[in-house]
């Protein structure tokens, strides 16, 4: 809660200045309590999956048959039949409605970024209309008809060719939210290609599925199955809604387009992990309760590094669920937010000058028979099963590195990578101190030749048998490593904040995928070769080449440092920041290979991905302009004339009353005038120049050609007539200036 008198030069100047937009929105931010939560349960646990239709509540209202046909085609794969399809639309229904549920709906992840839902009643009429019922069939539970010429789709419908299909995706359980029965589905066009996330993302888990179960072959016939659990850590920043809704270019852009730093903010390294403000943590309950009730087993919460900006992260969870549950979680942390008067940034960069946010993705592979595959065990076979798993990532991120970078660097994520406080645009592998000393003993001691009874003794008891010794409290994080080994998963730490996680996730497992699978086919060429070696010898040959082949990717220093990024050049590391170029990574002959081999996407869905990407990244630079050069000629100019005018008359009246050394005197005010005239001018001619760039680019037809333009013609426009307006608000009197500041945004709350 805000004490009456935190802030008392906020007091003063709103007392005087109760008519501008400004000023009253700060009233109002400064004058909040923290919304009481109604029934606060003493355990989550209690509360945990109440509105998910899960295996508990399907026993209840479906038969054994149709139970047990969704659970094999959860844990299998196997197709469901419409006549278990019939039961289970049945069972759910019931419980739906005996829950409050009114209306269904297919819930799925467009290329928006965002998710999508048309909702139906379960209401219906009889054929003569006399009577009413509740209706949920077979058919309405697996497919629903969306528009999919509405959503992005590069070109793979026409406005004229509307139709495309939901298609219910078992693996992921129905839920229940704000009275409608929520299904989650797969979406994809009338011809069968992708519209969404979550096709490829299933696709991609299940043929790394395959290709890690045939690695786990030559360690134990019992896995048969291989499953990506994945852990996020969703960052995101608070503001008053009050504040936000006075700031236009937040509004309609999701960040700040102007304003000066403030005289402080994170330098004292206060916030983080500080004491949760009372409003922030009567939204943070909120916000967890209603996760777990939905199934997201919301563990943690904290203090970001930047003021106002807070997480949040799971318990980890197999990868298509946790994707569904971060969007999932996303949606509600804004309806909870409004609810408390607050407004949630997730753009990755909302504020210049402080660190941003990301969502690091805690990425993991696990048996059936109950073993993490990036975790040592307690034998050397295990710890060479291990030791498999992580070369062939490393030699997958190295294989695959601008993929990766693709699937990650978006119009608003790019303000985030580079800078001292997210990782850089260099794909790179950390893996620490000692796993790199083990590798490297690898890379000396295994050769072509075969290997004396001795050299194998020492290889698998004395390095690879001490492996979980070494990496007992050994395993650092490091914070400016994109891609980091944690002592038992690898951390993709480049994601933002905004993104669907789906988008890493299948570049990631597609480039596993691949290698595992080359992987195979080397080691089996081998043991096929020369009979006489054993499968151990086999192995280690093929991780000792891949070891050499992708020692570049692998970085133990500073990311943020100049010398890396001149390193990173001399190794063949690309460093790109501009999202068009980035993107085109899609298009590699490479990437179409990979995708179009394992049969995750296609050649033309790859295509089409790389339009809308293209599309939003120029519509998005597109908002920003118009925003911006709205605020600076109809806000920002007026208010520096209404000043400079202010500082004439000042200088006029001094002037006329022949004061002696008057000059001197209002010297200032000159030098403040003719500073403010300077900006102005600046401010005027490039926000014409920037609109005629865009109008220049807006003619021209090929995406490419314009997206390049947007990126290296209109965009730095942005940054240059930032820096005018910013210098602005350090002239212009405080009571006057339109919007709210840095120093009132950021510690509103």
């Not at 829950?99 to 970024?113: I, K, M, S, V």
């Not at 509405?150 to 509307?162: K, L, Q």
């Amino acid at each position: 809660m805000v004490t009456k008198n935190k802030y008392n030069f906020v007091a003063l100047i709103i007392k005087n200045n109760m008519a501008t937009l400004r000023f009253n929105s700060l009233r109002e931010a400064y004058s909040r309590k923290a919304v009481k939560i109604e029934k606060e349960p003493n355990r989550h646990s209690e509360l945990y999956c109440v509105n998910v239709f899960d295996r508990e509540k399907m026993r209840k209202y479906i038969s054994k048959e149709a139970f047990q046909g969704v659970v094999n085609s959860i844990d299998e794969g196997t197709r469901i039949d419409r006549k278990i399809a019939a039961q289970v639309a049945n069972g759910m229904k019931l419980w739906a409605i005996e829950n409050g549920a009114t209306h269904y709906t297919h819930w799925f992840h467009p290329l928006t970024g965002s998710t999508a839902e048309k909702h139906d009643g379960f209401f219906d009429l009889t054929d003569d209309k006399a009577n009413s019922f509740e209706d949920f069939s077979a058919e309405l539970l697996i497919q629903q008809e969306p528009d999919a010429s509405s959503f992005p789709n590069g070109g793979i419908r026409n406005t004229f060719e509307a139709r495309g299909y939901t298609a219910w995706d078992p693996s992921s359980p129905a839920f229940i939210l704000d009275r409608t029965l929520c299904i989650p589905t797969i979406f994809v066009s009338y011809t069968g290609e992708a519209l969404d996330y979550k096709t490829p993302l299933i696709k991609s888990l299940a043929v790394l599925d395959k290709a890690a179960v045939d690695i786990c072959g030559y360690f134990d016939k019992n896995v048969t199955k291989v499953i990506s659990n994945v852990g996020w850590e969703q960052e995101y920043f608070l503001i008053d809604r009050a504040i936000y809704n006075a700031r236009p270019d937040l509004a309609l852009t999701k960040r700040t387009l102007i304003g000066h730093s403030s005289a402080k903010d994170q330098q004292l390294d206060d916030h983080y992990f500080g004491a949760i403000p009372e409003r922030v943590l009567s939204f943070m309950k909120e916000l967890e309760i209603e996760s777990i009730k939905l199934g997201i087993p919301l563990k943690t919460r904290h203090n970001e590094v930047a003021p106002s900006q807070f997480e949040c992260a799971p318990i980890f969870e197999e990868a298509n669920l946790a994707v569904d549950h971060n969007q999932l979680l996303m949606s509600l942390m804004k309806t909870i937010g409004r609810k408390h008067n607050l407004e949630v940034l997730l753009h990755e960069k909302p504020y210049k000058g402080i660190n941003g946010s990301g969502k690091h993705n805690n990425w993991s592979l696990a048996t059936n028979t109950g073993v993490n595959l990036l975790s040592p065990g307690k034998t050397p076979k295990n710890n060479l099963q291990f030791l498999t798993f992580l070369v062939n990532t490393i030699k997958a991120v190295d294989e695959y590195n601008d993929l990766l970078r693709a699937s990650i660097l978006t119009e608003s994520n790019q303000y985030r990578l580079g800078g001292n406080e997210a990782p850089p645009a260099i794909m790179s592998v950390f893996i620490g101190e000692k796993l790199t000393e083990v590798l490297n003993e690898i890379e000396e001691k295994v050769s072509d030749k075969k290997m004396t009874p001795d050299e194998k003794t020492e290889l698998k008891l004395d390095i690879i048998g001490k492996i979980p010794e070494i990496l007992l409290d050994n395993t650092d994080r490091n914070r400016t490593s994109p891609f980091a080994f944690t002592g038992n998963r690898f951390e993709f730490r480049a994601v933002g904040s905004s993104a669907n996680c789906s988008s890493a996730l299948i570049a990631l497992n597609s480039a596993v995928t691949k290698q595992l699978i080359d992987f195979k086919v080397e080691v089996d060429k081998i043991l096929e070769k020369h009979s006489e070696l054993k499968k151990d010898e086999a192995i280690f040959r093929v991780l000792r080449e891949y070891i050499i082949s992708s020692k570049k990717v692998r970085f133990e220093g500073n990311g943020y440092s100049k010398e890396w990024a001149e390193e990173a050049q001399k190794r063949g590391l690309s460093n790109i920041v501009d999202v068009p170029t980035a993107t085109a990574a899609f298009l590699h002959e490479k990437t179409v290979k990979l995708f179009e081999e394992t049969e995750i996407l296609t050649k033309r869905e790859l295509e089409a991905r790389y339009e809308i990407r293209l599309e939003t990244f120029m519509k998005k630079i597109q908002i920003e302009s118009r925003v911006l050069a709205d605020l600076a000629i109809n806000h920002f100019i007026p208010t520096a004339i209404k000043y400079q005018n202010t500082l004439a008359q000042n200088v006029s009246t001094l002037t006329a009353l022949q004061i002696p050394d008057i000059t001197e005197s209002v010297k200032p005010q000159i030098e403040s005038i003719t500073k403010i005239g300077k900006h102005i001018s600046v401010i005027r001619k490039e926000v014409k120049e920037m609109v005629e760039k865009r109008k220049e680019a807006n003619r021209i037809e090929s995406i490419e050609k314009k997206s390049h333009i947007y990126s290296t013609d209109i965009k730095p426009y942005l940054e240059s007539i930032r820096y005018h307006i910013d210098k602005l608000e350090l002239i212009i009197d405080d009571e006057i200036w339109p919007l709210p500041k840095y120093r009132e945004m950021l510690f509103s709350l």
